[in-house]
């Protein structure tokens, strides 16, 4: 009788154990569902990565993009830097990250910077954040803090030329 309980003890251990292993020591997270979400394109070093929009802290901006507003992350500081270009741009400017995924500053939330083009300066395509903080010591345009924190993760990192 020792025995046969011994050895149910011993299957019973291996079983949860391999259950363990299966679901690689993860919480319930529940079963996944597929559901279309939008997804956007930024630029990184001049590719193309593409990310996603979640959370912003500003009211307005979660109305106007259908995105949760979350004031809390506001007081988050030290984030990487997401560039967005107001009023002219050049044919295809996207946003432009100051970080991405494999970098050691990477983080999904990000601090919102516009940038405008300084009257009668030609717009030129920004595709890195280095490229923009030289245009803005050349003069040639502005950088402004937005005061602005947003959630959006980079889902995929494009291929560098």
Request: charged letters at 20%; zero cysteines.
């Amino acid at each position: 009788m020792r025995r046969i309980a011994l050895v149910g003890l011993v299957l019973l251990a291996a079983t949860a154990a391999v259950a363990a292993a299966s679901t690689g020591g993860l919480p319930n997270i529940g079963t996944p569902s597929m559901k279309a979400q939008p997804v956007y394109k930024g630029y990184y070093d001049h590719h193309i990565d593409t990310y996603l929009i979640t959370d912003v802290s500003s009211k307005s901006q979660a109305k106007a993009t259908h995105i949760n507003y979350s004031p809390e992350l506001k007081t988050v500081k030290g984030l990487p830097e997401q560039y967005f270009v107001r009023g002219r741009a050049a044919h295809g400017q996207l946003t432009v990250f100051g970080s991405e995924p494999g970098e050691s500053d990477y983080n999904p939330l990000w601090e919102e910077v516009w940038v405008t083009w300084k009257k009668g300066v030609k717009p030129v395509l920004l595709g890195e954040d280095d490229q923009i903080d030289a245009l803005e010591k050349k003069g040639r345009l502005t950088e402004t803090d937005a005061h602005i924190v947003l959630n959006a993760p980079i889902l995929k990192v494009g291929k560098s030329g």
